[in-house]
């Protein structure tokens, strides 16, 4: 999940001071990049190919393209400078906001997603529910992937502009088109490879900022003690401040990061963003496909300590890091460590780095955009029945447009003062609703077919009128715009409830043989797939992997508690 910091444009004095061995290894990258989408097209014969990888890839593949797909540069950044601000408050998206709803998607949802044989997840919507739930969760859901694509790229052109001097609109074109070609070439395969490559690169440009960052402040304990002296003991715990009725920088209480963080707003993106869980669907068999978000899970649980670190590093540097006096904002935090902390080569890994996030980020929601517009709205609504050939065609020609829309809605999101707000805001309008939507579906047999579509509609527009009306008209007192995101993504999810509940009451439910397979309890004859030699090992138990997730989480939780 991304988070909120003020500003939107990097300090003018950190351009880095790059030369021919940095670009060297920046070209190296992206020659690369295009190998594997050349490499890629060979594999692409059909549509299953080009928009799943034709389910063929193991889960040590889908699982690291699952946590890259989400590790955004928006994410570093964003993390990073919610760290600055806000200090330890950081772990709860991840610990709390991240793996138990990955934990939940590997168990309980992906055997119904992968032994239905979707090929999305509005298409889920589709068998459980009717045409109209499907086809607005398609529309909604391929808007949302192109301003969150958009997000990306502008997010990416504001560091490159800053670091690199390069013109905002060179950067934008530029990382669109290397997206557009490799991902046009090999479809989803070329999107997954690549994605692992970036997963390893990103971690090749953070570890050095940690390590010489903790090293220039005195190591852990030194770094503690800077902050705690400047910002007070609560700013080195997880639950500090976080009391009902208490003040704290975060503007939530225990009770709205666990709902509104942990559950709702958690849920909803990680089960539901079809970004995420098209990785999962293009596992070799059920077995891969669950073990993915758990794999996942692992490196999602220490990622945090790579972008926090940072984050604190900096606000104990400048006195005052993020405010006017300071001369930085906080979304500052990892570009100043890249400037004050790494050598040439070095630098130009991490600048490597932050354009791999990009590029994941980006290409994580045009691949799930031109499955979704091919398969849930061409191909369902607007020309069915035609050859394979013609919808792969359109898939490539949907992924062209798909980005030049991107290009498009990232200069629509240089008009919003602060992108990070803007880019949760839009997971509290999208994801809570459609999360409602499917877990009411999926544990309340008696949902009707039309609850699916009113309960979708219901959810958006509550999210939406508390954010603009509620909070911004000011009728309710919300401290910040990270309280509020919470709060709508409560409102969504009971509004989406409540009205799936009265609908359902007043219409009929579907047939019960009609739901084998859609619904918890019931079980269809995929979900009976046996085991791949080796799937049965122990250790690639997914129960034993994902409550180990979950453990692993909470005892990270320990020494940041008191």
Known sequence: MQTITNGTYLAAELRLPTNWLDYTILGIYFVVVLGIGFAARRSVKTSLDFFLSGRSLPAWITGLAFISANLAA????????????????????????????????????????????????????????????????SALFAFAAILISGVNLYALAIV?????????????????????????LGGLSSAIYNEVLQFFVILAALIPIVVLGLKKVGGWGGLT????????????TAWGGTGIGSDNPLGANWLTIVLGLGFVLSFGYWTTNFAEVQRALSAKNLSAAQ????????????????????????????????????????NDAIPYLMEQLLPNGVLGIAVTGLLAAFMAGMAANVSSFNTVFTNDIWARYVEQGREDTYYVRFGRLITVIGVAASVGTAF?????????????TLFSFFNVPMFVVFI????????????????LLAGTVAAMVNYFWIYKQ?????????????????????????????????????????????????????????????????????????????????????????
């Open 74 to 137: 928006t994410e570093i950044l964003g993390m990073a400078a919610n760290s600055a601000q806000y200090g330890v408050y950081t772990v709860h998206w991840y610990w709390i906001g991240a793996i138990p709803a990955m934990v939940f998607l590997g168990l309980v949802m992906m055997p119904f997603y992968y032994s239905s044989k979707v090929r999305s997840v509005p298409e889920m919507l589709l068998l459980r529910f009717d045409k109209w739930a499907h086809l607005l969760s």
């Open 160 to 184: 490159v502009e800053a670091l690199l001097g390069w013109p905002q609109w060179v950067a934008i074109v530029v990382a669109g088109a290397f997206v557009l070609a490799y991902i046009t």
């Open 225 to 236: 003690d800077k902050l705690t002296a400047e910002h007070g003991a609560d700013f080195t």
């Open 291 to 330: 073990r993915t978000p758990l794999i996942a899970a692992y490196p999602k649980i220490f990622i945090v300590f790579l972008v926090m670190i940072p984050g604190l590093t900096a606000a104990a540097l400048i006195p005052g890091f993020g405010t006017e006096e300071s001369g930085y904002q906080y």
């Open 412 to 424: 629509l999101a240089s008009s919003f003062s602060n992108i990070m707000s803007y880019l949760q």
């Open 440 to 455: 009411v579906g999926m544990f309340w047999r008696r949902a009707s077919a039309k609850s699916g579509f009113w309960g």
């Open 474 to 562: 000011g009728i309710v007192d919300i401290p910040s715009d990270q309280g509020a995101n919470f709060v709508s993504a409560i409102v969504g999810f009971v509004a989406g409830a409540v009205v799936m509940v009265a609908v359902s009451l007043f219409t009929a439910p579907k047939p019960a043989e009609e739901l084998q397979g859609l619904v918890y309890g019931t079980r269809s004859p995929g979900m009976s797939e046996a085991p791949a030699e080796g799937d049965d090992a122990w250790y690639r138990k997914p129960a034993l992997l994902g409550w180990g997730a979950v453990i692993l989480a909470a005892a990270c939780y320990i020494p940041f508690s008191f």
